[in-house]
């Protein structure tokens, strides 16, 4: 399957005990395939897969592959710190029948550039997936460099990579591997416009939880290059690309999804929104059931 268009970052619904709340897994997988989003990732750092358990990993991502498998990619999140258990996450979620893995830079450890090389070079070769590589230096301590992704990029099971640093600088530079086998994805909503605009394939959202059509809308428009829709529906989603990043991910993204009906609270070390954007919370909420039907329109 082709990766490109409008992939959400799926966050994970727990209820208020803190349990994983299957009901409301489904209710938000429901709601990605009526907004008509082109891919998921199950259990990436939106999906607070640092907290979950094997036998919830394995819960979320097979019932999401049952649901949605085949009509869309099933990509999941697999990267962990070390090599060989990024190797066995990755082989547990091709039994699970995902399509494809978002292998994050390995967090905390903050190897050499020629040490992203030798682990992402392991893993496709042993890990039983097509890779996509993930690069996002704010949260993990690395920022792979495009001249690494260069030496990576000619592998036939490394697929893609999904970009959170927005700089056009660095939007240029990875264009210049794009090919039909190696997708550029942006992983940062608030630059995504002007990214695919500029040739990116798509984006892996996070607002896209809440506003699936709307987000789809905006990636199709940047990709027909019609630059006043884009414009305009860019500007009626930066309030949702403001507030997502008002707090860590996915704090801002979960309050805006218990407003809705899906899932309640996060697993610690993460605490619920403060009560200082509660109140733009309840606003936007206010404002996605009308956004999400002018996106059909």
Known sequence: ???????????????ADGALDPDGWQ?????QLEGGVHGVVVAGSTGEAATLTDAEYDLLLASAVERIGGRIPVI???????????????????ALGASHALVVTPPYVRPTQSGLIAHYRAVADLGGLPIVLYNVPGRTGCDMLPETVAALAGH??????????????RVQALMTLHTPQFAVLSG????????????????????????????????ELAAAHDHEATASWNARL?????????????????????????????????LPLSALHAPAADHLAGDIAALEALSSH
């Open 1 to 15: 399957m082709s990766l490109s268009g409008l992939i959400t970052a799926l966050a994970t619904p727990f209820r």
């Open 27 to 31: 209710r938000l997988l429901h709601l």
């Open 76 to 94: 999941a999140g697999t990267g962990l710190s070390g090599t060989a258990k990024t190797i066995e996450q990755t082989r547990r979620a091709a």
């Open 156 to 169: 036939p099971n490394i697929v893609g990579i999904k970009e959170a640093v927005g700089d056009i600088g």
């Open 188 to 219: 940062d909503d608030g630059t995504a416009a002007r990214s695919i605009q500029a040739g990116v394939d798509g984006l892996i959202s996070v607002g896209s939880n809440v506003l699936p059509g709307a987000y789809r809308r905006m990636c």
């Open 238 to 270: 930066q309030p949702f690309h403001d507030f997502c990043g008002v707090e860590p991910n996915p704090i801002p993204v979960k309050a805006l999804l218990r407003r809705i009906g899906v899932g309640h609270d996060l697993r610690l070390p993460l």
